[in-house]
């Protein structure tokens, strides 16, 4: 049973900084897909970043690739979302994902298991 659990959402105020974790376990595969994603309340869930555990590629959606980097940490199976200069709009409930391989689009179709979030709010 694949679980992953994210930690490190809060409440920062615009131009402030966080980094949330996600550790993973239970997974079969020596490598796979990583991913983190978010929702904002009335929207849909939307692709952040991506990370190949294997390798280590990566990928950004374009609102935020200038400010946030996706790494890991393979000893521990934990991913990480380093999120600099956060705006108001990024105030959202914020996934960590698990899929078996990476696709070049980071869509949340493409992922099998899912945390419980971890909620970031920016204020102005």
């Known amino acids: 049973q694949v679980q992953l659990v994210e930690s490190g959402g809060g409440s920062v105020q615009a131009g402030g900084s966080l980094r949330l974790s996600c550790a993973a376990s239970?997974?079969?595969?020596?490598?796979?897909?990583m991913g983190w994603f978010r929702q904002a309340p009335g929207k849909e869930r939307e692709g952040v970043a991506r990370?190949?555990?294997?390798?280590?590629?990566?990928a950004y959606a374009d609102s935020v690739k200038d400010r946030v980097t996706i790494s890991q940490d393979n000893a521990k199976n934990t991913i990480f979302l380093q999120m600099n200069n956060l705006k108001p709009e990024d105030t959202a409930m914020y996934y960590c994902?698990?899929?078996?391989?990476?696709?070049?689009?980071?869509?949340?179709?493409?992922?099998?298991?899912w945390g419980q979030g971890t909620r970031v709010t920016v204020s102005s």
């Open positions: 239970g997974y079969t595969y020596s490598s796979y897909c």
């Open positions: 994902a698990a899929a078996a391989i990476c696709y070049t689009t980071i869509d949340p179709k493409w992922f099998n298991y």
């Open positions: 990370i190949y555990t294997g390798g280590g590629s990566t």
